[in-house]
């Protein structure tokens, strides 16, 4: 069993800055590949950055290329998002997931609860 523990959304102006967390607890996380995930209202629950915990894959969607990096802390079992000139499309709840597979999450993987992400123009 994995919980995931996210954190650190806010209100935001375009341009700025801003870091989400995911605590993560449970047993051998390290067998796990961690992903971020957001959905906007009435949109569709869209792949943001995949990682492992080792940090040696990394994967990220086109639209955040280059302006977000995903990274972890083995000492804290906890994995970042820093998301870096956010644009207003970048407004949604953000999900943290755990699961075996780096390309594919699912319902039988392990998810947070969420955390929102606004960017104001």
């Known amino acids: 069993q994995v919980q995931l523990v996210e954190s650190g959304g806010g209100l935001v102006q375009a341009g700025d800055s801003l870091r989400l967390s995911c605590a993560a607890s449970?047993?051998?996380?390290?067998?796990?590949?961690l992903g971020w995930f957001r959905q906007a209202p009435g949109k569709e629950r869209e792949i943001v950055a995949v990682?492992?915990?080792?940090?040696?894959?990394?994967y990220y969607a086109d639209s955040v290329k280059g302006r977000f990096t995903i990274s972890t802390n083995n000492n804290k079992n906890t994995v970042y998002l820093q998301m870096n000139r956010l644009k207003p499309e970048d407004t949604a709840v953000y999900y943290c997931a755990a699961g075996p597979r780096p390309n594919s999450f699912g319902t039988n993987d392990y998810w947070g609860q969420g955390t929102q992400v606004t960017v104001s123009s």
């Open positions: 449970g047993r051998t996380l390290s067998r796990y590949f």
């Open positions: 990682g492992s915990w080792s940090g040696s894959y990394t």
